[in-house]
């Protein structure tokens, strides 16, 4: 319920206007200080965050499934309201997933690419390894805040580092970053 509350409140027109400006000024920032060679180009700034974006979508719709059958006997979801629970729980899920990760990607992960880039390490290998090495320490992070819950890391830091990672892939795939490193005599 506060999950829904929480996604209709970040579908308004200032916070979707506060996600923009937040990810423009960021890029701008980033572009600003690589000089007049830029570490990573715009358009690949561009289409990294198209490819973390195609990733919340399949997340979302994956996590959001329930066969009918459950949807009416554990969550006793009537057959005329299936999809658009289904629906609804899709977007909730969406709106959630894309905030976090393109406010991530703005916040901490661009800058990171930007440093890798600037150490010859712009990689899609050292961006994933980054990528893990931030969600287990988040995961960790998120434990300690909430020791007195539920919170578990060995249960918890899986989901959270699986989710970083995927969004983390999407958005070298999209960013067409390389595979591996260049030799310092090759021109990109």
């Given at each position: 319920m506060e999950a829904s509350w929480f996604a209709s409140m970040l579908l308004h027109p200032v916070a979707v206007v506060a996600l923009v400006v937040v990810v423009s000024l960021s890029s701008v920032l980033l572009l600003k200080a690589g000089?007049?060679?830029?570490?990573?180009?715009r358009s690949q700034l561009l289409f990294g965050y198209l490819g973390a974006t195609v990733i919340c979508i399949v997340v979302a719709g994956v996590s959001s499934y329930v066969p009918p059958e459950e949807a009416l006997s554990k969550w006793h979801?009537?057959?005329?309201?299936y999809w658009e629970a289904l629906r609804n729980e899709f977007t909730v899920l969406l709106v959630l997933f894309m905030y976090a990760a393109l406010i991530g990607i703005a916040l901490v992960g661009a800058p990171i690419i930007f440093a890798l880039a600037r150490a010859g390490r712009a990689t899609a290998p050292w961006l994933l390894l980054t990528s893990v090495i931030i969600s287990l320490v988040g995961a960790w992070l998120l434990?300690?805040?909430n020791q007195p819950s539920s919170a578990s890391f060995m249960?918890?830091?899986?989901?959270i580092a699986g989710l970083h990672f995927l969004v983390a892939l999407g958005f070298c795939v999209g960013a067409r970053l390389p595979w591996r490193s260049r030799p310092c005599d090759e021109s990109p």
């Amino acid at each position: 319920m506060e999950a829904s509350w929480f996604a209709s409140m970040l579908l308004h027109p200032v916070a979707v206007v506060a996600l923009v400006v937040v990810v423009s000024l960021s890029s701008v920032l980033l572009l600003k200080a690589g000089g007049p060679r830029f570490p990573i180009a715009r358009s690949q700034l561009l289409f990294g965050y198209l490819g973390a974006t195609v990733i919340c979508i399949v997340v979302a719709g994956v996590s959001s499934y329930v066969p009918p059958e459950e949807a009416l006997s554990k969550w006793h979801v009537p057959p005329e309201n299936y999809w658009e629970a289904l629906r609804n729980e899709f977007t909730v899920l969406l709106v959630l997933f894309m905030y976090a990760a393109l406010i991530g990607i703005a916040l901490v992960g661009a800058p990171i690419i930007f440093a890798l880039a600037r150490a010859g390490r712009a990689t899609a290998p050292w961006l994933l390894l980054t990528s893990v090495i931030i969600s287990l320490v988040g995961a960790w992070l998120l434990v300690q805040i909430n020791q007195p819950s539920s919170a578990s890391f060995m249960r918890d830091a899986p989901y959270i580092a699986g989710l970083h990672f995927l969004v983390a892939l999407g958005f070298c795939v999209g960013a067409r970053l390389p595979w591996r490193s260049r030799p310092c005599d090759e021109s990109p």
